[in-house]
C-alpha cells in the first residue's frame, strides 16, 4: 500500500516466499491516493529484504507503481501508467515458466485442501513431472514423514477454468489440478508413480499455540436454544472441521463431554466457535491457553508473538506501559504518518489473551494492532490476566430490578432485569479483584409501614453487552463461556429453527394494525377532502401536501400488507422465511414500521390543524 507501507502481513508473506527462493515482484498499489508516499515505502520495503536477509537476486527485483481503482500500472514512480500491461509483462518477464520433464515418472505435489460432501476430501496441487490420469494407480509419499508409503487410485481428476472445476482424463506438468479419491490426503503429500516414490520438499505446516476445551454444556439453562447439544452432535462437528481446516487440531480427553482444540490463535478459535454458533450448536468453552514445549536442554519455552501497533502519539505511553506489564519487549519506536507511532513488540502469546479489548479502550478506539507469530522463546514468567473478580449469582430465577440496583453498586453487570440466571452464573464484573456473590433475583419485602422516598423508581446502568471475543477474553481460568445461538439477539439467524408461531403471531399482528392504520388514514383524507376551499392559496397548498403525504403512506402500507399476506400463506416454507428475514433485515422492522408510520400519522394531523 503507498500509504500504510510494510504491514505485518506482508512480511510474513515474504519470509515464507524467500525461504523458498521465489522470485519477488513489488507492487505498490493505491498510488492515486493524496496521501501516498512511494518514495518511504520503497525504502521500507529494501529494509525489509534485508532484515529477512534476502540474496542479490531477490534484493534486485522490479518495482512496479499501480492504481487498482483506475487500473493502472507503470514501471516509473513519476509516470501514471495507461492500463495493467506492464504489470503482466514484468509477471511473464520475471516468474519462470513450468519445469519438468514430462517423460519422467509422475510427481504431483499437494498444496491446499478442498471439501465436497459428495467425494469427500480434494487435494489441490501442481503437476511437477511425468502426467497424472484418471483411474491411475499412484503412491502417496511425504517428505516431513518418510515412512509414510500408501497405495491409493485417482478416482476424479480437475483443473481449473478461472473459479470452477473442469472434470478431465489428463494433466501434464505445470496444470493446477484438484484430485478426488484419496480419503487422508494432507497438505505437503506427493502422488507419485508406484515403482519411483519420491517426495517433494516442502514447507512444513506451522503448528497450533493456542488451546481451548470445547465442552457439552450441562448448565441448568442447557438445551433450551441449540438445536445441537450432545457431544456426539458435538464431536462430529469438530472432527469435520478438520477436512478443510489444516491448522486446526482436535484431541478427545478422557471424558467423552469434553474435545481439547488447537489452533493458531485466538481469532482462529473464535471464528470456529461463531460459525459454529450460527449453526445452532450449544456448547461450552474454557479460557484459551498456550501450548508450551520444552528445548534440548529440557527447559520450558513458549510461542512469542511480533506485534506490530500503530497508534496516535498520545497514546503511546499507556500501550508501552501495558504491554511490558504482559512481559512485552519494545524492539523498535518510530512516528509514522499522521501523527501516528509505530510500535514493535515481542511478547509471549498468552500477554495477548484479554488484550484487544482494553487495547481499544486505553486508545479511544483509534489503535491498530496487527501480529504474527515469531517462533518459541524461554519462558516470560508469570502474568496476571485479570485484575478483577466476577460478579457471580447467589440463586436460580429470573432477575428483578430491586437486586439488580443493589448488585449494580459492586461492579458492571452483563445481565438486565427479567433474565434468566442460576447460581453460580457470571452476571458482571466486580470492581475489586475477588469474586463475590450478590443477589439479582432479590425482591423487595412488602410491608404496611411507607416512608417518604421509599417508594421511589429505580434507576438502573445500562448493562454491559459482551460481543464473543470479549466474553472470551474475559473468562477467566476456572470459567466457562456458554455459547448458545440466542433467538433474541440474532433473530434473523434463527429464522429457520425459532418456532413457528412467533413470526405467524408477529405477523398477523402487525398487519392488524396496517390495516387499522390505513382506514384512519383515509379517514383524514376524505376529511380533508370535504373541508378543502378555493377561498386560500396557502391553506390549499398545505391541503394538497398533507394529502400526498397520506397518499404516500397508504400506497406503503398497501405494500406491507400484501408481503405480511403472501408470508402468512406460506409461513410453513422455509423459503418464505428466508425471504422474510431478507426483505425485513430483521424481526423488528414490521413494528418500526407500525411506529414510523403512527409518527407521520401525527404530524399528518398537525398540518392538517395548521391548514385549518
Do not use: W
Amino acid at each position: 500500500d503507498a500509504f500504510e507501507g510494510a504491514m505485518p502481513q506482508t512480511k510474513f508473506v515474504l519470509k515464507k516466499a524467500l525461504e523458498l527462493k521465489l522470485p519477488v515482484i513489488v507492487c505498490i498499489n493505491k498510488m492515486d491516493r493524496p496521501e501516498a508516499r512511494p518514495e518511504e515505502v520503497m525504502d521500507e520495503v529494501l529494509e525489509l529484504f534485508i532484515d529477512l536477509e534476502a540474496d542479490e537476486s531477490q534484493l534486485d527485483c522490479p518495482f512496479l507503481f499501480a492504481s487498482a481503482k483506475r487500473g493502472t500500472a507503470s514501471l516509473e514512480i513519476e509516470k501514471e501508467g495507461r492500463d495493467m500491461v506492464p504489470l503482466f509483462e514484468t509477471i511473464l518477464q520475471s516468474i519462470p515458466a513450468p519445469k519438468g520433464d514430462p517423460e519422467a515418472d509422475t510427481q504431483a505435489l499437494i498444496s491446499t485442501i478442498d471439501y465436497n460432501e459428495y467425494v469427500g476430501r480434494i487435494g489441490v496441487g501442481k503437476v511437477y513431472n511425468g502426467c497424472l490420469k484418471m483411474n491411475q494407480d499412484v503412491v502417496l509419499v511425504n517428505a516431513h514423514e518418510q515412512e509414510k508409503q500408501k497405495k491409493v487410485k485417482v478416482s476424479k481428476l480437475y483443473e481449473f477454468d478461472g473459479l470452477n472445476k473442469v472434470e478431465v482424463t489428463e494433466a501434464g506438468i505445470g496444470s493446477i489440478v484438484a484430485i478426488a479419491g484419496i480419503g487422508d490426503i494432507q497438505i505437503g503429500d506427493t502422488i507419485c508413480s508406484l515403482g519411483h516414490p519420491s517426495p517433494i520438499p516442502f514447507q512444513k505446516i506451522s503448528e497450533p499455540t493456542i488451546a481451548m476445551q470445547f465442552l457439552v454444556n450441562d448448565s441448568p439453562l442447557a438445551g433450551k436454544e441449540g438445536k445441537y447439544v450432545t457431544s456426539r452432535h458435538l464431536r462430529e462437528r469438530l472432527f469435520r472441521e478438520l477436512n478443510t481446516d489444516v491448522s486446526l487440531r482436535v484431541e478427545e480427553t478422557d471424558t467423552t463431554e469434553s474435545y481439547k482444540v488447537s489452533g493458531r490463535g485466538e481469532l482462529h478459535l473464535s471464528i470456529l466457535i461463531e460459525t459454529m454458533r450460527r449453526e445452532g450448536y450449544e456448547f461450552a468453552v474454557s479460557k484459551a491457553e498456550v501450548l508450551y514445549k520444552e528445548d534440548e536442554n529440557g527447559k520450558r519455552t513458549e510461542p512469542m508473538e511480533l506485534t506490530y501497533i500503530d497508534v496516535p502519539e498520545s497514546f503511546s505511553g499507556t500501550v508501552i506501559e501495558k504491554l511490558s506489564q504482559r512481559k512485552g519487549e519494545l524492539r523498535n519506536m518510530k512516528t509514522a504518518a499522521g501523527g501516528y507511532t509505530r510500535l514493535e513488540f515481542s511478547i509471549p502469546s498468552r500477554g495477548l489473551i484479554g488484550y484487544r479489548g482494553e487495547f481499544l479502550t486505553d486508545t479511544k478506539g483509534n489503535g491498530v494492532m496487527n501480529t504474527i507469530f515469531d517462533g518459541y522463546g524461554p519462558y516470560k514468567g508469570d502474568i496476571a490476566y485479570r485484575k478483577q473478580g466476577s460478579l457471580i449469582a447467589y440463586e436460580s430465577g429470573e432477575t428483578i430490578t430491586y437486586g439488580l440496583f443493589n448488585a449494580q453498586e459492586r461492579g458492571t453487570l452483563f445481565v438486565g432485569p427479567g433474565e434468566k440466571v442460576y447460581g453460580g452464573m457470571v452476571v458482571g464484573q466486580n470492581g475489586k479483584t475477588d469474586d463475590i456473590e450478590v443477589n439479582v433475583c432479590k425482591k423487595k419485602q412488602l410491608t404496611n409501614t411507607r416512608a417518604s422516598g421509599s417508594d421511589d423508581a429505580l434507576r438502573l446502568s445500562p448493562k454491559k453487552e459482551l460481543s464473543l471475543e470479549e466474553a472470551i477474553e474475559f473468562i477467566d481460568t476456572d470459567e466457562l463461556l456458554e455459547i448458545t445461538a440466542d433467538i433474541g439477539k440474532y433473530i434473523v439467524d434463527a429464522y429457520g429453527t425459532a418456532p413457528t408461531e412467533l413470526f405467524d403471531m408477529q405477523c398477523r399482528i402487525q398487519l392488524e394494525r396496517c390495516r387499522r392504520l390505513a382506514c384512519r388514514l383515509r379517514t383524514v383524507s376524505d376529511a380533508l377532502v370535504r373541508t378543502e376551499t378555493p377561498e386560500s392559496g396557502e391553506h390549499a397548498a398545505g391541503t394538497a401536501v398533507t394529502l400526498e403525504m397520506i397518499k404516500q403512506n397508504l400506497l406503503i402500507l398497501k405494500q406491507k400488507e400484501a408481503f405480511l399476506t403472501e408470508f402468512l400463506a406460506h409461513s410453513g416454507s422455509v423459503s418464505a422465511r428466508l425471504k422474510a428475514s431478507a426483505e425485513l433485515d430483521d424481526a423488528a422492522g414490521v413494528i418500526r414500521l407500525a411506529n414510523t408510520l403512527r409518527g407521520e400519522l401525527d404530524q399528518c394531523r398537525k398540518e392538517n390543524k395548521k391548514s385549518n
